[in-house]
């Protein structure tokens, strides 16, 4: 991948769709694929369907170079091993130029928690539209960590937030709080 992106040092969107690679097992090699391309302001990594895909956590290294992202959507449905996105907390806060910011982990049955968004949201100061997809995720207990989002989401124009069929779920509260906050 790094071979064939190396070149395209202007281009400015990229969108990756890795959709039913049913054998792909690692994302390692995606900051060196993604380090040349300093001028990217939207990027869309689909990963539907990738069921032996075993660690997200390569990706935190190679969002952390995309300074200039605007535009960032992360498809990670149907990969039913996750059972944290916790590296996002780490990768997120450094594209602070990002309007616009769609995570879809629909149907990841083992993520527990949504990873803490209180550090994310006060250097996402520029975010208009905001969309989290945890449709189906049954082990999800708890969404309290969008209740630490501050107020530095005040510029959200679209906010989407789907949690259908969580069935360990048993507070909306933090909604109430994370609502108030962009309100």
Avoid at 44 to 63: G, M, R, S, V, Y
Wanted: aromatic content about 8%.
């Amino acid at each position: 991948l790094k071979d064939a992106l190396q070149n395209l040092v202007k281009l400015t969107t990229l969108t990756l769709n890795f959709e039913s690679c049913h054998k792909l097992t690692s994302i390692e090699t995606l900051k060196d694929a993604l380090e040349p391309l300093v001028n990217l302001t939207t990027l869309t990594l689909n990963f539907t369907n990738c069921h032996k895909l075993t660690d997200i956590q390569p990706l935190e290294n190679a969002l952390q170079i995309l300074a200039r992202l605007n535009t960032l959507t992360l498809n990670f449905a149907n990969y039913h091993e996750l059972t944290s996105i916790q590296s996002l907390e780490n990768a997120l806060p450094n594209l602070v130029n990002l309007t616009t910011l769609t995570l879809n982990f629909a149907n990841c049955y083992k993520i527990t928690f949504i990873a803490p968004f209180e550090y994310v949201s006060q250097k996402l100061i520029n975010l208009t539209t905001l969309s989290l997809d945890f449709a189906n995720c049954h082990e999800l207990i708890s969404i309290e960590s969008l209740m630490y989002a501050p107020q530095t989401f005040d510029s959200l124009t679209t906010l989407t937030l789907n949690f259908t069929n969580c069935h360990e779920l048993t507070s909306i509260q933090p909604l109430q709080n994370f609502l108030h906050c962009t309100s």
